[in-house]
């Protein structure tokens, strides 16, 4: 089932497995996406009244990302696995954040309230809104993430995978 809440914070959800959804980040995107998890994830926690001194956000705000992310805790456990799988990612290439505090924090807190974890039943619809069941929705998520990097390599803007290479679909224009 989809839900109707839109990210304004576009997460890239590329696939149902937040591994694949990294595999797809440009470097460049990891510390973007990075930013937006950790600020989904606290929050989060914040609505759902289990915000500590660790997780407790700079700036309280609400959006869809962070109602989606509330719902359900399957929901929450997906952005957390997503950012940690991120982390993991940024330091293959040897790079730190203090953002990765909160997000391995919340995924502490979050694996221990909510128990047994699952796929999420609903998934955001993407920014077009437009999305028939999951497989239409991961089409239209990757073709947003094929957009972007064709938006910055037309500015000239770095488009690169350390030590790792994107996956098929993302399809670079080689013309720009």
């Known amino acids: 089932m989809l839900s109707e809440d839109m990210f304004e914070m576009l997460v890239y959800i590329t696939s149902v497995e937040p591994e694949e959804c990294v595999e797809a980040l440009s470097d460049q995107l990891l510390v973007e996406q990075l930013l937006i998890v950790a600020e989904v994830l606290q929050n989060a926690l914040l609505l759902k009244g289990c915000a500590g001194p660790l997780t407790t956000p700079t700036t309280p705000i609400i959006?869809?990302?962070?109602?989606?992310?509330?719902?359900?805790?399957?929901?929450?456990?997906?952005?957390a696995?997503?950012?940690?799988c991120i982390i993991e990612a940024l330091a293959d290439q040897g790079m730190v954040f203090p953002e990765a505090g909160p997000v391995i924090i919340a995924g502490q807190l979050g694996y221990l309230l909510a128990g047994e974890t699952r796929y999420p039943a609903k998934w955001p619809l993407p920014v077009s809104g437009f999305a028939?069941?999951?497989a239409g929705l991961l089409s239209e998520y990757r073709s947003l993430l094929s957009e972007e990097y064709d938006q910055r390599t037309y500015c000239g803007r770095d488009v690169t995978w350390t030590d790792r290479e994107p996956p098929n679909w993302v399809g670079l224009d080689p013309t720009w």
């Open 63 to 79: 959006n869809s990302p962070i109602r989606w992310a509330v719902q359900d805790w399957a929901q929450f456990m997906w952005v």
């Open 81 to 84: 696995s997503y950012g940690v």
């Open 132 to 134: 028939t069941g999951v």
